[in-house]
């Protein structure tokens, strides 16, 4: 079965700082990845997508993603930080046909 | 873009009462999906549709049912809200089942007291 596993449910990090949001899954077939972020009360805003080519993804606002086969991981990155960035972020697989698994979510929270 | 649209940001109700929960896409996709939210659990998936009058379950689909019309409304029924139901109810659509990514409404906000 696939899985989606978020490390860290929160990471705190201090305004212009670098973040990483670590992103691990598994799964016997070939995947299509997904990061999602999530300002408060409100729905999931796409930040990025992996579904083929080169490894390196950039998305929206600054941030990228490594696709690494051999770990089976899909870390974000942003290499300095905003107090608009505040949110939450999940990180996603679709594995088949209509199947996307969801992490459990990493909030951020910037500091001043 | 594409827009999804939750007719609901916020709403409350009382336990046992039938509730509906609505959303709209404009972009003539031919999947929607009914996800819940609860902190800690991430998004669980309630039901799909992938196509008019097709559904099928998905990971919680108990004390739930959907609907689903015409192709761009589809509907998430609760028959007897549950206190157990109060979560934060999201909406997405995607072109076709293998086209991604999911586009994503604001989510309703349901409390049952």
């Known amino acids: 079965a696939q899985s989606v596993t978020q490390l860290d449910s929160q990471v705190p990090v201090f305004e212009e700082a670098p973040v990483e949001l670590r992103c691990n899954y598994s799964?016997?077939?070939?995947?299509?990845l997904f990061w999602y972020v999530q300002y408060p009360n409100q729905g999931l805003q796409l930040l990025l997508k992996y579904l083929s080519g080169s490894t390196l993804v950039k998305g929206i606002n600054g941030f990228e993603a490594e696709f690494n086969k051999s770990q089976t991981s899909f870390h974000l990155r942003k290499p300095s930080v905003h107090i608009s960035d505040t949110a939450e972020y999940f990180c996603a697989v679709l594995g088949g046909t209509y199947k996307y698994i969801f992490g459990t979510g990493t909030r951020l929270k910037v500091l001043a | 873009d594409v827009k999804v649209t939750q007719s609901s940001r916020y709403l409350v109700k009382r336990t046992g009462e039938k509730v509906f929960l609505e959303c709209v896409q404009d972009m003539d996709h031919e999947n929607m999906f009914w996800y819940r939210q609860d902190p800690g659990l991430g998004l669980r998936l309630i039901y799909f549709?992938?196509?008019?009058?097709?559904?099928e379950k998905g990971d919680i689909p108990e004390g739930y049912s959907v609907s689903r019309e015409k192709k761009e409304r589809f509907s998430l029924i609760l028959e007897s809200a549950s206190t157990n139901q109060t979560s934060m109810y999201l909406c997405?659509?995607?072109?076709?089942?293998?086209?991604?990514?999911?586009?994503f409404g604001n989510g309703t906000r349901l409390t049952v007291t």
């Open positions: 997405a659509s995607s072109l076709t089942g293998s086209t991604p990514p999911l586009h």
């Open positions: 799964s016997s077939v070939s995947v299509y």
């Open positions: 549709s992938y196509d008019v009058k097709m559904k």
